[in-house]
Structures are given as C-alpha cells and as structure tokens.
C-alpha cells in the first residue's frame, strides 16, 4: 500500500497570517499514462465528517475559499493557507487515490494560536 | 450537490455482524461511484471499499476481503456497507462518500458509530 506521511502533525497559526502542511507519499502519485497527479486534501472539523478542499493535486472544490490552494508533484506536496481564519480550525489530511486502496496522511491539526 | 443520509448508531456483540446503510439525494445516484471508509477513535481515515452503485460492481480493500459486502438499492437511492465477525478493533465511525467526477470524494455521509463490545 502507499504510504502517506504528513507533517506536522500540529500546526498553531496565527489569524491573517500564513500557514503550510506538507504531505509526502512512498511512491510518486503521478500517473504517466494520463499526466494526472492523484491526491486530494480534506479536512475535518471538529464533530464533522471530513470535506473536500483539494483534488487532484490542485483544484479547489466548489465553495472553497481562494485562500487554499495545493502544489507539489512526485511524492511531496503542499496545503496552504494565505490567511488562515479562526473558521480553518480542525484536521487536515492528505489521500491518495492513484491505486486501491486509497490511502490516508495521519493528518495536521491546525490550531488557532 | 447532493446529500448522503446514513443509518443511525449501532452496538453490537463480537463475532455479530452490521449493515449500514446510505441514503443519496439530489443527484443522480447511479451515475456516480459510492466509497465507504471509517475512522477508529483519534486515526486516519482508512478506505474499505467502492461499488458501481450503477451497476453494482464493487472493490474492496484486502484488509477487509471476505468480512465486508457492498451493495446498492438504485430503487431506493441507498448503498449499504456489511461487516461480518465483528470484532473490538472494528469500533469506528462508519461513512459512505460519493464520488466525484474522477475519483475525489465530493460528499460524505454524516458517519454511523458501530461499537463492538461484548
């Protein structure tokens, strides 16, 4: 299975101020035969399932705040957040879906400090 | 959009099994793929399977090979996820998540608390 790593694992931010996660996968999550990069970030608040923000590597979910964006290619990758608001608190992570079984990143809590 | 309405809580003993199901609305069900996935206390997300709610093909995760069965009422707009030989470890939320155009997770039920205890 791959493997997702995220880090940190906690993340204090400051309101108005930028924050950054990093996702790294064992194996590139590059597809060449279609030039697509298959991950996505969530992120779950507090009481709540999980939501979509990001999918495949970049684009933004309808409704997300410009705010977010994602990068990164091969196996590392990147959330961030322009100007994190009080409203961003709770737990990010990573999937990769390039192979069965989707797998999961242990997830960034990000915490208004 | 669309909305995903699952079944409420459940306790059950170990060695019993659960079915929990899905409820779809405001899109067309058939035309996208179902994923089910749960989270055990303070862990990751972790992917158990997806069905063709269409028709009805499914894959599931070798973790879980031979305990889980995925099924789909297109009748009904509902997908039902089925856990047999339960046991405590399998205590987690259970969530059902639609399918977006191309494999992301565009909507996610509200989560069904199985705990296993005896």
């Known amino acids: 299975d791959i493997v997702m790593t995220q880090t940190p694992l906690s993340l204090p931010a400051t309101p108005g101020e930028p924050a950054s996660m990093s996702c790294r996968s064992s194996q590139s999550l590059l597809d060449w035969n279609d030039g697509t990069t298959y991950v996505d970030w969530y992120v779950q608040k507090p009481g709540q399932s999980p939501q979509l923000l990001i999918y495949t590597r970049s684009y933004r979910a309808s409704g997300v705040p410009d705010r977010f964006s994602g990068s990164g290619s091969g196996t590392e990758f990147t959330l961030e957040i322009s100007r994190v608001e009080a409203e961003d608190v709770g737990i990010y992570y990573c999937?990769?879906?390039?192979?069965?079984?989707?797998?999961f990143g242990q997830g960034t809590k990000l915490e208004i400090k | 959009q669309g909305q995903l309405v699952q079944s409420g809580a459940e306790v059950k003993k170990p060695g019993a099994s659960v079915k929990v199901s899905c409820n779809a609305s405001?899109?067309?069900?058939?035309?996208?793929?179902m994923h089910w996935v749960r989270q055990a206390p303070g862990q990751r997300p972790e992917w158990m399977g997806w069905?063709?709610?269409?028709?009805?093909?499914?894959k599931y995760s070798q973790k879980f090979q031979g305990r889980v069965t995925l099924t789909s009422d297109t009748s009904a707009n509902t997908a039902y996820m089925e856990l047999s030989s339960l046991r405590s470890e399998d205590t987690a939320i259970y969530f059902c998540?639609?399918?977006?155009?191309?494999?992301?997770?565009?909507?996610w039920g509200q989560g069904t608390l199985v705990t296993v205890s005896s």
């Open positions: 405001g899109y067309a069900f058939s035309s996208f793929a």
């Open positions: 069905i063709n709610t269409g028709i009805g093909n499914t």
């Open positions: 998540a639609r399918e977006g155009g191309s494999g992301w997770y565009a909507n």
């Open positions: 999937m990769q879906r390039k192979e069965f079984p989707c797998t």
